[in-house]
C-alpha cells in the first residue's frame, strides 16, 4: 500500500521560512506540492520529475515562484519543499503527491496525481 507522510508544517509569521517534507514508501518518478486554503480549491504549488534537475520555472505556481524551492532527497522517495518569504496568503494545508508511471511537464491537476498524503497545515500570522 502506497504511502505518503508529510511532515514540517506550523505556524510561522510573515517573512519567516519552513521546509516541507514528504517521505514516500516508494519512489516516483512524479511528485508535486498542492495546497488548500478554506474554501478554495485545491491549488498546485510545485512539482518535480526524477531527480529534479530539469526543474524550472514552470514547475512553479506564480505566486510562489522565486520564493519556494522544490527538491528531490538522494533517494526518489522523498521530496522538500523550502518555502522563504512566507506571506499569510501562504496559509493552507499543504498535500504531497505522487503519480506513476509518467506525467506531463509543468504544474498539473489535481485529478493527475493518483497518491496523496494527509496533508500539514501551514499557518502565516502578520
Known amino acids: 500500500q502506497v504511502q505518503l507522510v508529510e511532515s514540517g508544517g506550523g505556524s510561522v509569521q510573515a517573512g519567516g521560512s519552513l521546509r516541507l517534507s514528504c517521505a514516500a514508501s516508494?519512489?516516483?518518478?512524479?511528485m508535486a506540492w498542492f495546497r488548500q486554503a478554506p474554501g478554495k480549491e485545491r491549488e498546485a504549488v510545485a512539482s518535480i520529475t526524477g531527480d529534479g534537475t530539469l526543474t524550472g520555472p514552470d514547475n512553479y505556481a506564480d505566486h510562489v515562484r522565486g520564493r519556494f524551492t522544490i527538491s528531490r532527497g538522494k533517494a526518489e522517495n522523498t521530496m522538500y519543499l523550502q518555502m522563504m518569504s512566507l506571506k499569510t496568503e501562504d496559509t493552507a494545508m499543504y498535500y504531497c503527491a505522487a503519480t506513476s508511471p509518467s506525467c506531463l511537464s509543468g504544474l498539473r491537476a489535481p485529478h493527475e496525481y493518483k497518491y496523496w498524503g494527509q496533508g500539514t497545515q501551514v499557518t502565516v500570522s502578520s
Open positions: 516508494r519512489s516516483f518518478y512524479c
